[in-house]
Every structure is written in structure tokens, then in C-alpha cells.
């Protein structure tokens, strides 16, 4: 469910960036309250490290020639603790990002916010701690992993169609695209949550105290009953505060509309690639455009130019056949330009390998 | 499945970032803002502008060639990025049929622009990264983080999960093996295994994170002090990205195929 360069706008790319930055800034402030919390830094690596190794494990699933595997934004909230976890999620998208390819540099914000802070920072405290508030049974484990699971993933999987979508990279509509996505993370939800079920379970049976050192599960109900409110904590010390995760919902939220809003508005007074296909699609040149047309097509054209996600009729402002040449000859242009470069690199290489056998043979 | 193979699939990207090219020498601030201007060119362009993102294949081609990074190598980690967003540039082949232009008798169709730029794009963006990745050590791009004010907490945190990745891989591989040959020939974990496959394994992940802490403490670790090699910018590296930086925006603001075809025209 990687979110990839390729499918985002820079917009939309930068403004989850901001977003994910914050909730981890903020994590980061949280966990530093602990007085121990470097001791907390090698756990947390682990459990990032294990996030690839459990990834390795095929799980065969019956009736299925497909395996799951566990994508771990729950387990390792309720391993960790909300925040702590957050962190290790990102740690582990970052580590993907660079060395496997699985989403990119530009989309590492949007995919922080659709994997970590979605399932750690609102699902985990939201959901699943409520439903283990009164005790701790396998059952109540199951009950909760799984809505947890399932409920994390189709926020995210929801998520990444709302960012290609405002990107405005796919021709799929909306609904389709949804309906497509959807139910497949579901199934994916389900698979996921029974296997973060049972690890959880186990882990209960074999040694509880890692759950509750980590999540203070326990405490966290004897507090949640007194207060009768929800409470996000991640550290250890025990202190009470009342109810930080409204402030970080505030907190994401101005910043995310803040540079939300700077970015679009940069990137509509710099008009982008519409213009370009606007001009192409209108004929000859720009210049017709611009000195025939009334002001009102002038002001629908500016506004379908800066429009958050403009209709796609542009495209058959002008079929007179204009295009044709140019793009031949674009065309042609584009695979000289592949020629070349690969022309140089193999050029380099040449030179490179010859000079290293010319060193090798003195 | 083989631990070895598996575990050099990680680290075969990062051994190639111990060699010694012009590439590798650079600083490392200087690969990592080049990396992220070239990506956000490469993504500011519209959804049908395959020609304009032609010219910025040079880039990665040549960054490849200088740095020696094998292409094959390379190329499967773009396979593996690629089925999302073929999936997403399929879509568009099939929903936008009208004609964009004629190349002979064939139509050429939105749909297939817009594929052709998505995939182009994601090959773009992933070279890219896996570049950066193939000639910059991870201790020295970990660095770079902090200096970019990324409390220490998180980068180191982030360096710790990227060295233990072998150690566990090697821990699950052999805990999977004394399932399988246990187990009769057994394709894979059974999923009413799983959770206590899984969690024996989380177990004694956080047993080993204990002991490495202790160990860390008792040869006198201290969160603040770790540190790497000082890189000290040269003035090669200050050319490296102000020229990568001209590039992408060179190409960003003029038309070089368009340009082109103007000068097709004169003749």
C-alpha cells in the first residue's frame, strides 16, 4: 500500500510531509519526557528490525496460494506504546524507502501519515485501547487487533486514494477507485489482524509484562476509569496529563492547512503542466488564445488552470490535427535523447574499464 | 530460501556505497539535496508531459555510469516498486481513450501518455533514490539528518533498526528452518502457528535489544556523543548541486523538445 513518487503532486507531497513531521516532532517530545527513554531506543529499533524479519516469514494462508504477512502499525503500538511506536514505523518506511524501493523520497511523508500516524496516533488510542479498557482476555485481544487492524488499514488504504486523487495523477474516478481499494485492504486487514492477534496473544501468555511495561495497558485502564476519558500516553513515568491528543489533532492540523495552502498557492501562481496542455490542446499557439478570447473563456481558462483538480475537457479544445507534427518529432526527439545518454554512460564505463585494466596490467 | 542470499539482498545496495568514485567522494548534504531537487522536478511535471521529463534521464544514467553501481542490480528494486502504479497507469490506458495525437496509422491516446509518464516517473524517482542510497554510506546520510536538526533520538534510532535488520533476518531464517524440517515439508509457517512463530520471535528480539543496550551502557554509550566522519565541503561538492540544481531547473522552464521543434520549423 506504498504510496509512490509517481503518483503524487508536489503539493500533496509536501503537505503530508509537514503533517508527518509534526506527529513526529511531537512523539519525539513525548518520549523525551521519559527519563529513561534511551533505554527505550534499542527496544524500538528492534521492533523495527523485526517489522523486516516478520516480513520474511512466509505465513502460509489456507485456501489461498498467497501469504500475508504483518505490516505492524497496531502490533507495535500495543508493543511500544503509541508514540514510540510512530517513530519505529517511520524508521522502517525510511529504511524501505532507500534500499527497497518500496515508496519514494517525495512520498515518504504520505506514506509516515497513511501506515504510522493513522494506526498509532489515532486508531491505536481510539480503538483498540478502549475496547481491552476493562480486562485483558485473549478474546478481547482478538476483538481488538482485528477492528484495529482492519479499521487502520482502510483509513489508509483510503488515504492513499485521497492523495493520488488530489495529485491528480489517475483518470480513475473517485468512487472506483475507492471501491477497488477498499475491500482488497479489507482482506488484507483481516489476514493481518488475525496474525497480530495471535502474536499478541502469545506474547500475553509468555510474557505479559512486555505488553504492560510498554503500554501500560493495565494502568492506562485504571486511569481511563477514573478520568472516563481517553488518554495518549507513551511513556513511562506515569504522570498524568488530560487528553494531549486533542492538542496534536490541533496541532496537525494548522500546520498541515498551513503549508497545505502555501504550497497550493505557489503552485498555482506558477502555473504548471496544465498551462503547457492547455496551450498544446488549443491549437497553434497561445498567443490566439490570448488576444481572441473574451475575458470570461480567459477567466474560465485561468481558473480551470489553478483548480484543485480541473476537468479534463481541455483535451479536446482544439483535434485539428496540429499536434501531429510536433509529435512526431517529439517522439523522435525522446529516443535520441535516450540514445544519448545511454551512449554516454556506456561511454563512461568504457573509459572507466579501460583504465582500470590499464592500471591493473602497470 | 536462503539466509545468505536474503540478508546480501539487503546489504548489496549499502556495500556498493564503500567504493570510491567521483560520486562517492562527494559530500553526502550535497547527493541528498540534488536527490530531492531532482525528484520534486521530476514530479512538478503534468500528467501528460512526457516529453519534458525526456531530458531527465540523464541524470540517473550518467550518476550510474560515474558510480559504477551495476544497472541490473538496480533495475529488479524498480521492479518491485512498479505494480502499484502499474496498476494506477492501466487504469488511465483504459478510461482515456480519445486521441491525443497520430504517429502514422496508430493513435497515440491520452491514456497512453499518461501511462507512459507514470511509469517513466516512477523509474525516475526510484533510480534516483537507489542512487543515493548505492553512493552514500547509511552512517554518513544518518548524519546528514542531524544536521539537519533530526533529534538525535530518532536517527539513531533509525541507524540501530537498519544494522539489527541482518541480525534478526538471520534469527527468523534459522528459527523458520527448525520449523520446516520439523514439519514434513512444509511450504511455509502455518497460519495457527503463527502467532507463536512470531511472537517466539519478537521475544527474543527484545531479549537480544536488552543484552545490545546492556552491552552498549557498560562500554560507556552515551546518546549524545555518537558521531561519524566530519565530511568538509569542498568545492567540488558545492559545483555538484548547483549544477544538478541548474538541470532540473533548466529543463523545468524551457521546453527543450519544444525548442526543437520551433527550430524544425525555421528550417
Not at chain 1, 25 to 49: H, L, N, R, T, W
Not at chain 1, 235 to 257: F, M, Q, Y
Not at chain 2, 91 to 114: D, H, K, P, R
Amino acid at each position: 500500500m506504498h504510496m509512490a513518487d509517481a503518483l503524487l503532486s508536489v503539493a500533496v507531497g509536501g503537505t503530508m510531509y509537514a503533517a508527518s513531521a509534526a506527529a513526529i516532532g511531537y512523539s519525539i517530545a513525548k518520549i523525551k519526557k521519559d527519563e529513561f527513554y534511551e533505554k527505550k531506543i534499542p527496544i524500538m529499533a528492534v521492533a523495527g528490525a523485526f517489522i523486516f524479519a516478520a516480513q520474511m516469514i512466509d505465513i502460509a494462508i489456507p485456501g489461498t496460494g498467497s501469504s500475508g504477512h504483518i505490516g505492524g502499525g497496531i502490533l507495535l503500538a500495543a508493543l511500544l506504546g503509541a508514540f514510540p511506536a510512530l517513530l519505529t514505523i517511520s524508521a522502517v518506511l525510511i529504511i524501505q524507502c532507500l534500499f527497497f524501493a518500496d515508496g519514494g523520497l517525495l512520498a515518504l511523508g504520505s506514506n509516515i501519515f497513511n501506515l504510522g500516524v493513522i494506526p498509532c496516533l489515532f486508531v491505536y488510542p481510539l480503538l483498540f485501547r478502549p475496547i481491552l479498557k476493562k480486562e485483558i482476555t485473549p478474546k478481547a485481544i482478538w476483538i481488538a487487533s482485528i477492528a484495529a487492524v482492519v479499521v487502520g488499514l482502510q483509513l489508509g488504504a483510503f488515504g492513499v486514494v485521497l492523495q493520488t486523487q488530489a495529485s491528480g495523477i489517475t483518470a480513475l474516478p473517485f468512487a472506483t477507485f475507492a471501491l477497488f481499494m477498499q475491500p482488497i485492504h479489507l482482506l488484507i486487514g483481516i489476514g493481518e489482524g488475525i496474525i497480530t492477534a495471535s502474536v499478541l496473544c502469545f506474547v500475553y501468555k509468555m510474557q505479559p509484562e512486555i505488553l504492560d511495561r510498554n503500554t501500560m495497558l493495565h494502568e492506562s485502564c485504571s486511569r481511563d476509569r477514573d478520568s472516563g476519558q481517553e488518554q495518549a500516553q507513551g511513556d513511562e513515568s506515569g504522570a498524568r496529563k488530560k487528553a494531549p491528543l486533542g492538542n496534536l489533532i490541533i496541532t496537525l492540523a494548522i500546520i498541515t492547512i498551513a503549508v497545505g495552502g502555501g504550497v497550493s498557492i505557489f503552485t498555482s501562481t506558477n502555473p504548471t503542466g496544465l498551462e503547457w496542455a492547455i496551450e498544446r490542446t488549443a491549437g497553434a499557439g497561445a498567443e490566439e488564445l490570448e488576444s481572441n478570447e473574451p475575458l470570461t473563456e480567459r477567466l474560465a481558462i485561468i481558473q480551470e488552470t489553478t483548480a484543485f483538480m480541473p476537468d479534463y475537457d481541455y483535451r479536446f479544445a482544439g483535434e485539428d490535427g496540429s499536434l501531429t507534427g510536433t509529435s512526431v518529432a517529439g517522439i523522435a526527439g525522446s529516443i535520441l535523447t535516450f540514445l544519448l545518454a545511454g551512449g554516454i554512460a556506456w561511454g563512461i564505463s568504457a573509459v572507466k574499464k579501460k583504465r582500470r585494466s590499464r592500471a591493473a596490467a602497470s | 530460501m536462503d539466509i545468505r542470499n536474503k540478508i546480501s539482498a539487503i546489504y548489496s545496495l549499502e556495500q556498493l556505497s564503500a567504493g570510491n568514485t567521483v560520486i562517492h567522494r562527494l559530500h553526502p548534504m550535497s547527493k541528498l539535496i540534488a536527490t530531492f531537487v531532482f525528484i520534486v522536478t521530476v514530479v512538478s511535471f503534468g500528467r501528460y508531459e512526457f516529453g519534458r521529463l525526456v531530458p531527465f534521464i540523464f541524470f540517473p544514467t550518467i550518476l550510474m555510469a560515474l558510480s559504477e553501481t551495476p544497472y541490473i542490480m538496480l533495475l529488479k528494486r524498480v521492479l518491485i516498486a512498479i505494480p502499484f502504479c502499474l496498476f494506477i497507469g492501466i487504469s488511465n490506458l483504459l478510461l482515456e481513450q480519445e486521441t491525443a495525437f497520430v504517429i502514422g496509422n496508430t493513435n497515440i491516446s491520452f491514456g497512453a501518455l499518461s501511462f507512459g509518464v507514470i511509469l517513466f516517473r516512477t523509474y525516475l524517482c526510484i533510480m534516483a533514490v537507489l542512487l543515493l542510497a548505492a553512493v552514500t554510506p547509511f552512517n554518513e546520510l544518518a548524519l546528514q539528518l542531524r544536521r539537519l536538526k533530526i533529534p538525535a533520538v530518532f536517527v539513531l534510532m533509525l541507524e540501530m533498526t537498519y544494522r539489527y535488520i541482518g541480525v534478526l533476518f538471520a534469527e527468523a531464517a534459522s528459527m523458520r528452518l527448525a520449523y520446516i524440517l520439523r514439519s514434513s515439508g512444509a511450504k511455509g509457517v502455518d497460519i495457527r502457528h503463527a502467532g507463536s512463530f512470531i511472537g517466539c520471535l519478537l521475544l527474543r528480539s527484545f531479549a537480544r535489544a536488552e543484552r545490545v543496550f546492556s552491552a552498549m551502557k557498560c562500554r560507556g554509550y552515551m546518546i549524545k556523543t555518537t558521531g561519524a566522519r566530519r565530511f568538509k565541503l569542498r568545492i567540488t561538492d558545492i559545483f555538484y548541486c548547483v549544477l544538478i540544481c541548474f538541470f532540473c531547473l533548466l529543463f523545468r522552464f524551457i521546453d527543450a523538445g519544444g525548442k526543437l521543434t520551433v527550430l524544425e520549423k525555421i528550417l
